[in-house]
């Protein structure tokens, strides 16, 4: 099948190497260069495990190739909208102007039936506003349809989820569009992935439900970390109890630093800001409590860091972590960088180390250090924060470290460090959510 992927960020460029793995014919339309000329040679503009050998088999066999013309695209059966719909600037809302111009340039070339298919995370709505641009703009009687069909990617782990999901949600309007999409996803849906048909308003408001009810289950965690802390109760303990409820489950329920990156932070925030333009005002408060308790574990974490050192006085920080989560170099709306940021505005001398964000870090934070190493982060620091839940940091060893650190005073935000070896090398160690108790 001839498919087109418009747009080939994170989300573009994954799908469409993994439907050319399917044995389709993809063109990846993007209108940034650097980005093509990346993607044109086999290589991914992020980290994501795996995705690079995807892209250099598309490319070579001819199944996979970017372009900058949508006149390329003409042909294509199905087009996927895969561009970003990021935070407004002066509000909470999705902005759709990148999705729009994208369909408003691609209407006029529509010349044979086809079926438009959005994968952006968009507000309730989103797909019956497309509709009527595209019938609008479309020359008459082109036959093109448009559904739903979100992904449920996962930054580290976009590629499994794309060849093994746990489902698919088809948003169309009718048994044709239905079909094409089963045989878009022929392989997947014949190696048993769930498939669940709806229309497309429902299919639009799984993903962004889906990520609100993430969103609440890890502020909802954090809260009960914050009492654990005021109560001398031990969080780790808690989440395991909790977690052998099978009603609850396990997943998700790591307390630390809160949530971030390009989905879930502002996917809630236009969640709220939809529902109240339908109305639904008072439980929409819900989901605004959501985020401002997701916000306060970034400013307790540096109320923190002040009760322990003098940051005025200038002291070197040690920020473990850049990347708003390990196995990503993606810093949107990285907490650890929030951290790291609202730290060198009280004065301290903050060098930050991540394995894979580093570069990204220098890009959009070029007021902070960056170094190449964890030891060279943290030689002569008077205080060491790890924000970001690498298992590169659970394996660093507390004695080698207190060698070269300038004080031996550890914040650990995301409960990965052995609390245990840490005290045993003399190291002051403190972790959010466990009280005095289990901090002795």
């Not at 992927?5 to 190497?17: D, I, K, Q, R, W």
């Not at 490319?59 to 935070?87: K, N, Y």
């Not at 999409?181 to 992935?193: I, K, Q, W």
């Not at 914040?411 to 002795?440: E, I, N, P, S």
């Amino acid at each position: 099948m001839q498919i087109s992927v418009l747009g080939t960020g994170y989300l573009g460029a994954t799908h469409a190497a993994c439907l050319a793995a399917g044995g389709h014919t993809v063109i990846g339309v993007d209108t940034d260069p650097l980005r093509l000329e990346l993607l044109r040679h086999g290589r991914a503009p992020f980290h994501e495990p795996g995705l690079d050998e995807l892209l250099r088999s598309g490319v070579d066999s001819g199944r996979l190739r970017f372009t900058d013309d949508l006149d390329e695209v003409v042909d294509a059966d199905v087009h996927f909208l895969c561009v970003g719909t990021p935070q407004v600037a002066d509000g909470d809302g999705a902005d759709l102007s990148v999705l729009h111009a994208v369909v408003e340039a691609l209407a006029p070339r529509l010349d044979k039936p086809c079926l438009v298919v959005g994968k952006s995370t968009v507000p309730v709505g989103t797909a019956a506003d497309l509709r009527g641009r595209l019938q609008r703009l479309a020359p008459a009687g082109t036959g093109v349809g448009v559904a739903w069909n979100p992904e449920f990617l996962r930054e580290g782990r976009a590629v499994r989820d794309s060849l093994e999901p746990d489902r698919l949600v088809f948003g169309v309007d009718s048994d044709l569009d239905n079909q094409l999409l089963r045989e878009v996803y022929a392989d997947l849906v014949r190696r048993g992935a769930p498939v669940f048909r709806t229309d497309p308003a429902t299919a639009e408001l799984a993903k962004v439900s889906a990520n609100a009810m993430l969103a609440a289950r890890i502020s909802l965690v954090n809260l009960l970390a914050e009492v654990c802390e005021a109560s001398d109760a031990d969080v780790s303990d808690l989440t395991a109890i909790l977690g052998a409820d099978p009603r609850i489950g396990s997943d998700f329920l790591s307390p630390g630093l809160g949530y971030g990156g390009g989905c879930l932070p502002k996917d809630t925030r236009a969640f709220v800001a939809r529902a109240r333009e339908l109305g639904v005002v008072e439980s929409s408060q819900l989901l605004a409590s959501v985020d401002d308790v997701n916000t306060r574990q970034r400013t307790r974490t540096v109320e923190l860091a002040g009760a322990l050192v003098d940051l005025t006085a200038g002291p070197r920080v040690a920020v473990l972590g850049g990347a708003f989560k390990a196995g990503s170099d993606d810093v949107r709306d990285s907490p650890a960088l929030a951290v790291a940021s609202a730290l060198r505005c009280r004065g301290a001398q903050v060098v930050v180390h991540d394995p894979q964000a580093g570069d990204n870090v220098r890009r959009t934070h070029p007021e902070l250090e960056v170094c190449a190493t964890a030891h060279d982060a943290v030689r002569g620091a008077e205080l060491v924060l790890v924000l970001t839940e690498w298992s590169e940091f659970a394996a660093l060893d507390p004695v080698d470290l207190g060698r070269i650190a300038a004080r031996r005073v550890v914040v650990d935000g995301r409960l990965v460090l052995d609390g245990d070896k840490w005290r045993a090398a003399d190291w002051d160690f403190h972790a959010l959510g466990r009280g005095t108790r289990g901090a002795a």
